[in-house]
């Protein structure tokens, strides 16, 4: 046999790796990856948060001015963003709390629980928006 055969032979026989068009990440893994995304969304957030009370505590102009932003369509999307990552990224910290114990750590319970903090988050944020403009009276 020669050299090329050989070497045609051998890459032949050589597995697929999985990548993405085949290969579909568990709930865990996914949540797992959200729950990083939504810790340092969360830092941005934070420092929106800290503008509307420096804001505040500056001039009633300032105040009226971050508050038309934050008021704005965009700012809104933000903002529900800014609540989801919140939601997600405590109902996930809740989660590793719970499996610290040892609980919850078979496939299928890990699996299920994955989805109800997904689902969860969502819901909540819903709550938490409903909630928000039922007080205002909007």
Same mark, same amino acid.
């Given at each position: ?7 045609? !032979? ?8 999985? /990548?993405?068009? #085949? %290969? ?8 797992? #990856?959200? /729950?990083?995304?939504? $810790?340092?969304?969360? %830092?941005? @957030? ?9 804001? !505040?505590?500056?001039?009633?102009? %300032? ?11 965009? @700012? ?16 996930? $910290? ?7 114990? @040892? ?24 709550? #938490?928006? #409903? ?8």
């Amino acid at each position: 046999m020669s050299k090329s055969q050989a070497t045609q !032979a051998t890459s032949r026989a050589r597995p697929l790796s999985p /990548h993405l068009s #085949i %290969y579909r990440p568990p709930i865990t893994m996914t949540t797992s #990856i959200l /729950h990083r995304i939504t $810790g340092c969304a969360l %830092y941005f @957030g934070t420092l929106l948060v800290a503008w509307w009370l420096i804001a !505040a505590a500056t001039s009633q102009h %300032y105040f009226e001015f971050v508050s038309w932003v934050f008021g704005s369509w965009i @700012g809104q999307l933000v903002l529900l963003g800014y609540t989801w990552a919140l939601m997600l990224h405590m109902l996930g $910290g809740l989660r590793h709390l719970v499996w610290d114990t @040892g609980a919850a750590l078979e496939k299928q319970t890990a699996s299920k629980f994955a989805w109800a903090t997904l689902i969860a988050s969502v819901v909540l944020t819903a709550a #938490i928006w #409903i909630a928000g403009y039922l007080a205002r009276g909007a």
